[in-house]
């Protein structure tokens, strides 16, 4: 390489070093201060409904779903829904429902709507059971305390607040596949969403759990507005704030297991939410390549080979450890740490953002598709595709 070349390299790397590392400890100090968020007792305690939608035996999906139904809560609805009479997820919930008489429990099967987002047409198909002025959405592999609806009710004590949302920390298995995957939601994207909150006001959900007035929502266009798109936590929070509510994280974690094998795996799920995010988020996801603090202080290292620039990739590599710990300690505090795949995980997460750029298409339960702009689900030629 050329002197010239290989000194604005280096400046180029350099620049993207320091703001990774300015990155990194902002996400220290905003996990540290997440932590450290009290609990709420709510005032009051409204009924909800908690849709569950459904598909297939996943693992440990029985004692997944019995947290939701042990809730100390006084009135709450539980709609465990499938798009399939036969799908053996079902199994779970008819048993959880025997084993909970006395709660309010629905099970409802075979009825989903014509929508591309399969989880948004399971929940539209068991919609007119739902009873309650809230409602709570949450995916199947979430696992929640006692406490969880209590924290969020305490989260609509403001009626300005139209919708609530939640982080989540990720548990894995042994495999190594599984521990990367977890290392991904608990050291890079949870402490983005908390950077993020000290920049800008929250403007969306996260499927881990999405809770919405329902007057509000209908006001908004209702669920059926988001059958069509792949993000549909995001649009449901940009429905509600212009609807002229505003969307609250909740200061509760739940946690999310992470049941991956191989690594194929992993990737096809992180280019995915990396290629939705982009699809709805363009400029803030190119702007996030900026979280990459730890590739970018080694291959300025390697370019500039300075005292300075070997210093930087040190810098980073304390504060990505750091990062490491306090994310563990916040989010997933009974997983052990894993510092030694921080080096794998860093060089992982940024050929997945690298790697969105370059296609539209993804992978979903073996169903491969289109993202187009906005999150709209389209197969190559531009139709709409149904995915079940």
Partial sequence: MPGSARRAAAFALGALALGGIAYTAMAIARVREFRRRPS????????????????????????????????????????????????????????????????????????????????????????????????????????????????IAAAFADERTGAVTCLYGAVPNETPASRLGAMHVNDGFAPSVLVAEALEPLT??????????????????????????????????????RAGYRVELA????????????????????LRWARTISAVRPAGFAASGITHALPFSLAFAAVSRTPVSLGTAAL????RVLLHYESGKTFAPDVARSPLLIPFRDVLSFAVWAASFFGRRVEWRSHGYEVEAGGRMADGAGRSVMIR
């Fill in 316 to 319: 980073a590599a304390v504060l």
């Fill in 204 to 241: 969306y959900c996260f499927g881990a759990t999405m809770a919405v007035r329902r007057d509000v929502l209908e006001r908004a266009g209702g669920l059926a507005a988001l059958g069509d798109h792949l993000g549909d936590d995001y649009l449901l929070g940009q429905a509600v704030v």
């Fill in 40 to 151: 709420h007792v709510p005032d009051t305690l409204p009924p909800l409904t908690v849709f569950k939608p459904l598909h297939g035996a996943e693992p440990q999906l029985y004692e997944r779903l019995r947290t939701f139904c042990d809730q100390q809560y006084p009135e709450f609805q539980i709609i465990f829904c499938a798009s399939r009479s036969d799908d053996p997820a079902l199994d779970a919930a008819r048993r959880l429902a025997r084993e909970f008489p006395d709660r309010d429990i629905v099970v409802a099967a075979g009825d989903a709507a014509r929508a591309e987002n399969p989880k948004i047409a399971n929940i539209l198909g068991a919609y007119h059971y739902a009873k309650h002025p809230i409602l709570v959405i949450a995916d199947s592999d979430i696992i929640v305390g006692p406490d969880y609806l209590r924290e």
């Fill in 251 to 270: 200061s509760y974690i739940v946690q999310t297991a992470v049941d991956d094998l191989a690594f194929g795996s992993i990737w096809r799920r992180e």
